[in-house]
């Protein structure tokens, strides 16, 4: 698996666009990128994937740059609900490992 | 469907003590996982399975056993609890087939907090 880079915490005011990056400068052809999160103490979410095409789904948007060694997760308008730590993965066909993540905190 | 079930919520454990984490899910997934997080940490793979008789270590699998011995079930064993064994443990599943079929789509269970005195 490729190492990621997150930025350990973010704010973000609710209604406004969270951008939450990720690097994985050393991403294989055929690794994947994947968002998890965590909200509380709960069980981590499945958010979205992607390979090298950008992506989107009805919780968030996957931006994977040209060179694939760098993505943002878009959250498009973030509720209070939203506050969560989330994680950023890249793999192949191995189980994920997960990192530390980032905590971003959606504020009134 | 009721995804992931994982028994029980809540357990505290005497330290020597053994006892077995239930999961069971309902979605016919092939690849079942165990993960542990402890306070303020990412989670950590114990193990993982394939399928029906099929298992492999993780990053932490030592003091664990695991088995699964149908598609739904795939209990984790602690022997002999220590305190370092006080976590949440996560159980997890996804379908097979590499990444287009989803294979790294993984659906939790609501988890266990075991603590071990």
């Known amino acids: 698996d490729a190492k990621t880079t997150q930025p350990p915490s973010m704010d973000c005011a609710e209604g406004r666009a969270a951008n939450l990056p990720c690097n994985h400068s050393?991403?294989?052809?055929?690794?994947?990128v994947y968002w998890y999160r965590q909200i509380h103490s709960q069980g981590p979410q499945y958010i979205i994937h992607g390979l090298k095409n950008n992506e989107t789904n009805e919780m968030a948007s996957l931006i994977i740059t040209e060179d694939r060694k760098s993505s943002t997760l878009i959250l498009p308008h973030a509720t209070l609900r939203d506050t969560a730590v989330y994680y950023c993965i890249a793999t192949g066909n191995t189980p994920l490992v997960f990192g530390k993540g980032t905590r971003l905190s959606v504020i009134a | 469907n009721a995804g992931v079930t994982q028994t029980p919520k809540f357990r505290i454990l005497k330290i020597g003590q053994s006892m077995t984490l239930q999961c069971t899910q309902d979605?016919?997934?092939?690849?079942m996982y165990w993960y542990r997080q402890d306070p303020g940490m990412g989670l950590k793979l114990i193990y993982y399975s394939v399928g029906a008789g099929i298992t492999d270590k993780g990053e932490v699998p030592n003091g664990y056993n695991v088995s699964r011995s149908t598609t739904e079930d795939f209990p984790l064993r602690l022997e002999l609890a220590a305190p370092s064994q006080t976590s949440v443990y996560f159980c997890?599943?996804?379908?097979?087939?590499?990444?287009?079929?989803?294979?790294?789509?993984?659906?939790f269970g609501a988890g266990s907090r075991l603590t071990v005195l």
């Open positions: 979605m016919n997934h092939n690849y």
């Open positions: 997890a599943s996804s379908y097979s087939g590499g990444p287009l079929a989803g294979a790294n789509v993984l659906t």
């Open positions: 050393t991403i294989s052809g055929n690794e994947y």
